[in-house]
């Protein structure tokens, strides 16, 4: 193939600015973990049944401009196909919109999960990314960390790079 009428796109660029920089702080007890999908996650140390405690953190982009509304509807609406209930629900201005939402969750194994997730929405030029931290663990998991998980999660940080 001739390189003639090709045209190179590239991250970062105008149109594919560079993913901002996030960032979470763990305590003692927590371990980096490597997901799918995932830019970031740590995880507890104990696990219950095969399953530790742990907090994920995405970034998708979307084309345009979604409002913070439709962003949060969306966090809403991944809850309740989970077969989730929302039970507390927070919304911040800071240098961008934040949603803080806690919900529960049954999984047919585990039983019961406390789900905690934060969506930062940054509005950048010809798209929307919206950044999230998903801290999940059983009910009972939920007694001994769940302070630690809604520390975690709630303290997600997201920076612009240049």
């Known amino acids: 193939m001739s390189d003639a009428g090709l045209r190179r796109l590239t991250l970062p660029s105008d149109e594919f600015p560079a993913f901002p920089e996030v960032a979470i702080d763990v305590p ?3 371990e980096p973990l490597q997901w799918a999908g995932a830019v970031l996650g740590a995880r507890h140390l104990v696990a219950t049944n095969g399953f530790n405690p742990n907090v994920l953190v995405t970034i998708e982009r979307w084309p345009g401009t979604i409002s913070h509304e439709d962003a ?3 966090l809403r609406q991944r809850i ?8 507390v629900a927070e919304s911040a ?11 529960t969750q049954r999984d047919p194994r585990l039983g019961g ?9 940054l509005h950048r030029g010809p798209l929307t990314e919206i950044v999230t931290a998903v801290g999940t663990s059983t009910a009972a998991q939920s007694a001994h960390v769940g302070k630690d998980i809604a520390a975690i999660v ?7 790079t240049a």
Not at 80 to 87: M, V
Not at 93 to 103: G, I, N, Q, R, T
């Open 28 to 30: 003692a007890g927590w």
């Open 72 to 74: 949060l509807t969306v």
């Open 80 to 87: 309740t196909q989970g077969g989730g209930k929302e039970r």
């Open 93 to 103: 201005e800071e240098p961008e919109l934040m949603h803080y939402v806690e919900s």
């Open 113 to 121: 999960l406390e789900v905690r997730s934060k969506m930062v929405v």
């Open 154 to 160: 709630r303290g997600l940080r997201v920076e612009l």
